[in-house]
């Protein structure tokens, strides 16, 4: 994990989440090399935010995508920290995903954010909150 990770997992463990705990436990199983993606922004040595994108774990279907264990300091957020963690993200997809799927908690700032980028709220999913369709690379 990249240096300031363990002061970022104390933030979000604080902040009453858990995808990162849940990162460091699956790391690096739930990020097959060359399948996906793991994106860190740092500033000197503070871990800004961290987030990641690998084929969907709970979808066996070929060309499906998840956006994993993406979070962003508290004194980093409204700073473009999260939009560049998913911009890289879905640039990565683009060539190997043809559908991108998450789940995030019931949290108005975090569906803004996602549906900001294009993602669609997904009702009475198990395992995932929103659906991004990507156009097919030729």
Not at 6 to 11: A, G, I
Not at 66 to 77: E, G, K, Q, T
Not at 100 to 125: C, I, K, M, W
């Given at each position: 994990m990249p240096t300031g990770f363990d002061d970022l997992e104390?933030?979000?463990?604080?902040?009453?989440h858990t995808m990162l705990s849940k990162l460091k436990r699956n790391w690096p199983a739930a990020f097959p090399p060359h399948a996906s993606l793991l994106v860190a922004v740092e500033d000197g040595p503070m871990l800004l935010g961290i987030g990641g994108i690998a084929p969907d774990p709970y979808d066996v279907e070929p060309g499906r995508g998840r956006i994993r264990h993406l979070y962003v300091a508290h004194a980093a957020r409204r700073l473009g920290v999260g939009r560049r963690i998913l911009n890289s993200?879905?640039?990565?997809?683009?060539?190997?995903f043809h559908t991108v799927s998450?789940?995030?908690?019931?949290?108005?700032?975090?569906?803004?954010?996602?549906?900001?980028?294009?993602?669609?709220?997904?009702?009475?999913?198990?395992?995932?909150?929103?659906v991004l369709y990507l156009p097919r690379q030729p």
């Amino acid at each position: 994990m990249p240096t300031g990770f363990d002061d970022l997992e104390l933030e979000s463990i604080v902040a009453g989440h858990t995808m990162l705990s849940k990162l460091k436990r699956n790391w690096p199983a739930a990020f097959p090399p060359h399948a996906s993606l793991l994106v860190a922004v740092e500033d000197g040595p503070m871990l800004l935010g961290i987030g990641g994108i690998a084929p969907d774990p709970y979808d066996v279907e070929p060309g499906r995508g998840r956006i994993r264990h993406l979070y962003v300091a508290h004194a980093a957020r409204r700073l473009g920290v999260g939009r560049r963690i998913l911009n890289s993200c879905l640039d990565f997809a683009r060539s190997r995903f043809h559908t991108v799927s998450l789940r995030t908690p019931a949290s108005e700032q975090a569906n803004r954010f996602y549906e900001a980028h294009g993602f669609r709220p997904l009702h009475g999913h198990a395992n995932a909150s929103h659906v991004l369709y990507l156009p097919r690379q030729p």
